[in-house]
T-cell receptor, first 114, second 113 residues
Framework: DTAVSQTPKYLVTQMGNDKSIKCEQN?????MYWYKQDSKKFLKIMFS???????INETVPNRFSPKSPDKAHLNLHINSLELGDSAVYFC?????????????FGPGTRLLVL | GNSVTQMEGPVTLSEEAFLTINCTYT??????LFWYVQYPGEGLQLLLK?????DKGSNKGFEATYRKETTSFHLEKGSVQVSDSAVYFC????????????FGSGTKLNVKP
Protein backbone atom coordinates (compact mmCIF):
# COMPACT_ATOMS: atom_id res chain seq x y z
CA ASP A 1 0.00 0.00 0.00
CA THR A 2 1.33 3.43 -0.93
CA ALA A 3 1.80 5.58 2.16
CA VAL A 4 1.26 8.96 0.51
CA SER A 5 -0.44 8.98 -2.86
CA GLN A 6 -1.15 11.83 -5.25
CA THR A 7 -3.34 12.07 -8.32
CA PRO A 8 -2.81 12.80 -11.07
CA LYS A 9 0.85 12.04 -11.63
CA TYR A 10 1.01 14.28 -14.70
CA LEU A 11 -1.13 17.28 -15.57
CA VAL A 12 -0.86 19.24 -18.80
CA THR A 13 -3.25 22.14 -19.19
CA GLN A 14 -3.79 25.53 -20.77
CA MET A 15 -3.22 28.88 -19.14
CA GLY A 16 -6.33 30.17 -17.43
CA ASN A 17 -7.76 26.76 -16.59
CA ASP A 18 -8.63 25.53 -13.09
CA LYS A 19 -7.21 22.23 -11.87
CA SER A 20 -7.05 20.13 -8.70
CA ILE A 21 -4.48 17.75 -7.29
CA LYS A 22 -5.50 15.19 -4.69
CA CYS A 23 -3.42 13.75 -1.90
CA GLU A 24 -4.14 10.94 0.53
CA GLN A 25 -2.07 9.40 3.30
CA ASN A 26 -2.78 6.09 5.02
CA UNK A 27 -0.20 6.50 7.77
CA UNK A 28 -2.56 7.93 10.35
CA UNK A 29 -0.53 11.15 10.47
CA UNK A 30 -1.95 14.39 11.85
CA UNK A 31 -0.02 16.82 9.65
CA MET A 32 0.06 17.22 5.88
CA TYR A 33 1.96 19.58 3.59
CA TRP A 34 2.13 20.87 0.04
CA TYR A 35 5.48 21.72 -1.50
CA LYS A 36 6.39 23.20 -4.86
CA GLN A 37 9.58 22.09 -6.62
CA ASP A 38 10.72 24.32 -9.45
CA SER A 39 12.75 23.40 -12.50
CA LYS A 40 15.99 23.91 -10.56
CA LYS A 41 14.86 21.37 -7.95
CA PHE A 42 14.37 24.07 -5.33
CA LEU A 43 11.72 22.87 -2.86
CA LYS A 44 9.54 25.35 -1.03
CA ILE A 45 6.73 24.78 1.43
CA MET A 46 3.34 26.15 0.41
CA PHE A 47 0.87 24.96 3.04
CA SER A 48 0.71 22.86 6.14
CA UNK A 49 -2.38 21.43 7.83
CA UNK A 50 -2.67 19.84 11.23
CA UNK A 51 -5.85 17.89 11.93
CA UNK A 52 -7.63 19.67 9.08
CA UNK A 53 -6.59 23.10 10.35
CA UNK A 54 -4.40 25.40 8.24
CA UNK A 55 -1.14 26.05 10.08
CA ILE A 56 1.21 27.37 7.41
CA ASN A 57 0.35 29.53 4.41
CA GLU A 58 3.54 30.70 2.80
CA THR A 59 2.59 33.80 0.84
CA VAL A 60 1.12 31.68 -1.90
CA PRO A 61 -1.16 33.49 -4.40
CA ASN A 62 -4.86 33.31 -3.61
CA ARG A 63 -5.33 31.27 -6.77
CA PHE A 64 -4.05 28.32 -4.74
CA SER A 65 -6.57 26.95 -2.28
CA PRO A 66 -5.89 23.86 -0.17
CA LYS A 67 -8.73 21.86 1.29
CA SER A 68 -8.58 19.16 3.93
CA PRO A 69 -11.88 17.25 4.20
CA ASP A 70 -10.35 14.97 6.84
CA LYS A 71 -6.88 14.49 8.25
CA ALA A 72 -6.03 11.79 5.70
CA HIS A 73 -6.64 14.04 2.71
CA LEU A 74 -5.20 17.35 1.57
CA ASN A 75 -6.22 18.56 -1.87
CA LEU A 76 -4.86 21.52 -3.79
CA HIS A 77 -7.04 23.54 -6.14
CA ILE A 78 -5.47 26.05 -8.50
CA ASN A 79 -7.53 28.70 -10.28
CA SER A 80 -6.56 30.62 -13.40
CA LEU A 81 -3.36 28.70 -14.03
CA GLU A 82 -0.31 30.67 -15.14
CA LEU A 83 2.86 29.62 -16.94
CA GLY A 84 4.85 30.13 -13.74
CA ASP A 85 2.77 27.49 -11.97
CA SER A 86 4.54 24.79 -13.99
CA ALA A 87 6.42 22.72 -11.44
CA VAL A 88 6.32 19.48 -9.53
CA TYR A 89 3.98 19.58 -6.55
CA PHE A 90 4.67 17.25 -3.66
CA CYS A 91 2.34 16.30 -0.88
CA UNK A 92 3.86 15.07 2.39
CA UNK A 93 2.72 14.01 5.83
CA UNK A 94 4.24 13.65 9.28
CA UNK A 95 3.07 12.21 12.56
CA UNK A 96 2.33 15.29 14.63
CA UNK A 97 4.12 18.29 13.13
CA UNK A 98 6.51 18.77 16.04
CA UNK A 99 9.50 19.34 13.78
CA UNK A 100 11.67 16.34 14.60
CA UNK A 101 9.79 13.58 12.89
CA UNK A 102 10.16 12.27 9.37
CA UNK A 103 8.11 13.66 6.54
CA UNK A 104 6.78 11.13 4.06
CA PHE A 105 6.48 12.43 0.53
CA GLY A 106 4.18 11.43 -2.27
CA PRO A 107 5.55 10.73 -5.75
CA GLY A 108 4.75 14.23 -7.00
CA THR A 109 2.42 15.73 -9.59
CA ARG A 110 4.15 17.19 -12.62
CA LEU A 111 2.14 20.20 -13.76
CA LEU A 112 2.83 21.79 -17.12
CA VAL A 113 0.93 24.93 -18.06
CA LEU A 114 0.98 25.78 -21.77
CA GLY B 1 15.51 34.16 8.96
CA ASN B 2 16.05 30.46 8.42
CA SER B 3 17.83 29.08 5.39
CA VAL B 4 19.86 26.15 4.13
CA THR B 5 22.78 26.37 1.73
CA GLN B 6 24.13 23.35 -0.10
CA MET B 7 27.06 22.95 -2.42
CA GLU B 8 26.08 23.17 -6.05
CA GLY B 9 26.16 20.09 -8.16
CA PRO B 10 26.35 17.99 -10.01
CA VAL B 11 28.92 15.97 -8.15
CA THR B 12 30.38 13.19 -10.26
CA LEU B 13 32.32 10.37 -8.62
CA SER B 14 33.58 6.95 -9.51
CA GLU B 15 32.23 3.95 -7.66
CA GLU B 16 33.88 3.40 -4.26
CA ALA B 17 35.00 7.04 -4.01
CA PHE B 18 34.50 9.09 -0.84
CA LEU B 19 31.55 11.48 -0.83
CA THR B 20 31.08 14.78 0.95
CA ILE B 21 28.16 17.09 0.27
CA ASN B 22 28.40 20.32 2.23
CA CYS B 23 25.41 21.85 3.99
CA THR B 24 25.35 24.94 6.17
CA TYR B 25 22.35 26.54 7.76
CA THR B 26 21.11 29.75 9.31
CA UNK B 27 18.54 29.50 12.07
CA UNK B 28 17.50 31.07 15.31
CA UNK B 29 17.45 28.60 18.15
CA UNK B 30 18.13 24.90 17.72
CA UNK B 31 16.55 23.38 14.62
CA UNK B 32 16.39 19.70 13.76
CA LEU B 33 18.43 18.85 10.68
CA PHE B 34 17.68 16.35 7.94
CA TRP B 35 19.06 14.84 4.77
CA TYR B 36 16.51 13.67 2.21
CA VAL B 37 17.24 11.80 -1.03
CA GLN B 38 15.24 11.96 -4.26
CA TYR B 39 15.66 9.25 -6.86
CA PRO B 40 14.64 10.05 -10.44
CA GLY B 41 10.89 10.37 -10.85
CA GLU B 42 10.18 9.81 -7.16
CA GLY B 43 9.34 11.81 -4.05
CA LEU B 44 11.83 12.60 -1.32
CA GLN B 45 12.76 10.00 1.28
CA LEU B 46 14.39 10.64 4.61
CA LEU B 47 18.01 9.52 4.62
CA LEU B 48 19.03 10.58 8.12
CA LYS B 49 18.43 13.23 10.74
CA UNK B 50 19.84 14.80 13.90
CA UNK B 51 17.82 16.69 16.45
CA UNK B 52 20.45 18.32 18.67
CA UNK B 53 24.01 19.57 18.59
CA UNK B 54 26.75 16.92 18.23
CA ASP B 55 24.22 14.25 17.27
CA LYS B 56 25.29 12.03 14.39
CA GLY B 57 22.67 10.71 12.02
CA SER B 58 23.49 7.63 9.98
CA ASN B 59 21.80 5.32 7.52
CA LYS B 60 22.88 3.06 4.62
CA GLY B 61 26.53 4.05 5.09
CA PHE B 62 25.77 7.78 5.02
CA GLU B 63 26.60 9.96 8.03
CA ALA B 64 26.17 13.57 9.05
CA THR B 65 27.02 15.33 12.32
CA TYR B 66 25.11 18.32 13.69
CA ARG B 67 27.79 20.98 14.26
CA LYS B 68 26.36 23.96 16.10
CA GLU B 69 29.67 25.86 16.19
CA THR B 70 30.03 25.82 12.41
CA THR B 71 26.27 25.63 11.67
CA SER B 72 26.91 22.68 9.38
CA PHE B 73 25.49 19.25 8.65
CA HIS B 74 27.73 17.80 5.96
CA LEU B 75 26.78 14.48 4.40
CA GLU B 76 29.50 11.83 4.00
CA LYS B 77 29.83 8.31 2.72
CA GLY B 78 33.03 6.31 2.61
CA SER B 79 32.36 4.35 -0.58
CA VAL B 80 29.61 5.34 -2.99
CA GLN B 81 27.78 2.99 -5.31
CA VAL B 82 26.08 3.57 -8.64
CA SER B 83 22.76 3.10 -6.86
CA ASP B 84 23.51 6.21 -4.74
CA SER B 85 23.02 8.41 -7.81
CA ALA B 86 20.22 10.79 -6.83
CA VAL B 87 19.55 14.34 -5.67
CA TYR B 88 20.31 15.01 -2.00
CA PHE B 89 18.53 17.70 -0.01
CA CYS B 90 19.57 19.19 3.30
CA UNK B 91 16.71 20.56 5.39
CA UNK B 92 15.90 22.08 8.75
CA UNK B 93 12.76 22.51 10.80
CA UNK B 94 11.96 25.92 12.20
CA UNK B 95 12.56 25.63 15.96
CA UNK B 96 9.75 28.12 16.67
CA UNK B 97 7.28 26.88 14.09
CA UNK B 98 7.49 23.13 13.93
CA UNK B 99 5.33 22.77 10.88
CA UNK B 100 7.71 24.78 8.77
CA UNK B 101 10.65 23.20 6.96
CA UNK B 102 13.37 24.80 4.88
CA PHE B 103 15.14 22.85 2.16
CA GLY B 104 18.39 23.48 0.38
CA SER B 105 18.45 23.59 -3.40
CA GLY B 106 19.57 19.98 -3.71
CA THR B 107 22.85 18.46 -4.90
CA LYS B 108 22.79 15.99 -7.73
CA LEU B 109 25.17 13.05 -7.33
CA ASN B 110 26.24 10.97 -10.31
CA VAL B 111 28.22 7.84 -9.58
CA LYS B 112 29.98 6.16 -12.52
CA PRO B 113 30.83 2.45 -12.57
Amino acid sequence: DTAVSQTPKYLVTQMGNDKSIKCEQNLGHDTMYWYKQDSKKFLKIMFSYNNKELIINETVPNRFSPKSPDKAHLNLHINSLELGDSAVYFCASSQDGLGQETQYFGPGTRLLVL
Amino acid sequence: GNSVTQMEGPVTLSEEAFLTINCTYTATGYPSLFWYVQYPGEGLQLLLKATKADDKGSNKGFEATYRKETTSFHLEKGSVQVSDSAVYFCALSDPYNFNKFYFGSGTKLNVKP
